[in-house]
C-alpha cells in the first residue's frame, strides 16, 4: 500500500509564503515524476508544477517566478515553496507521484490540502 502524506497547507495574507511537502510512504521500487497540482472552487484540477527524478523542473506559467519545486530522493519527498502568494492560488493543493511498483508505474494523489490567500 503507498500512501502520499502532504502537510503545510494553510492562510496566509498576499505577498506570504508557505512551503508544501508530501512524503511517500510504503512498499514500492521507487519514486519516478513527482509534483503538484490545484484545485480551486469551481475549477478544474490543474498542474502547478512537476520534478522529475533528475530534478528536471515543470511550471504553469502563472507560478515561475514564485513557486519552486523540490525533491528529497532519499526521503520520496517533495516540497512546494510557494513566495509572493496572490489571492488567485487560493485551492487545494494535491501531491502526486509517479510509482514503481514490482516493474508497473501507478499514479497516486495525496488528499489534499487547503492553501488560502487573502488580499
Known amino acids: 500500500q503507498v500512501q502520499l502524506v502532504e502537510s503545510g497547507g494553510g492562510s496566509v495574507q498576499a505577498g506570504g509564503s508557505l512551503t508544501l511537502s508530501c512524503a511517500a510512504s510504503?512498499?514500492?521500487?521507487?519514486?519516478?515524476?513527482m509534483g503538484w497540482y490545484r484545485q480551486a472552487p469551481g475549477k478544474q484540477r490543474e498542474l502547478v508544477a512537476t520534478?522529475?527524478?533528475?530534478?528536471?523542473?515543470n511550471y504553469v506559467d502563472s507560478v515561475k517566478g514564485r513557486f519552486t519545486v523540490s525533491r528529497d530522493n532519499t526521503k520520496n519527498t517533495v516540497y512546494l515553496q510557494m513566495s509572493n502568494l496572490k489571492p488567485e492560488d487560493t485551492a487545494v493543493y494535491y501531491c502526486?507521484?509517479?510509482?514503481?511498483?514490482?516493474?508497473?508505474?501507478?499514479?497516486?494523489w495525496g488528499q489534499g490540502t487547503q492553501v488560502t490567500v487573502s488580499s
Open positions: 502526486h507521484a509517479e510509482i514503481t511498483q514490482r516493474l508497473v508505474r501507478r499514479d497516486y
Open positions: 510504503g512498499s514500492f521500487t521507487s519514486t519516478n515524476v
Open positions: 520534478i522529475t527524478r533528475g530534478a528536471n523542473t
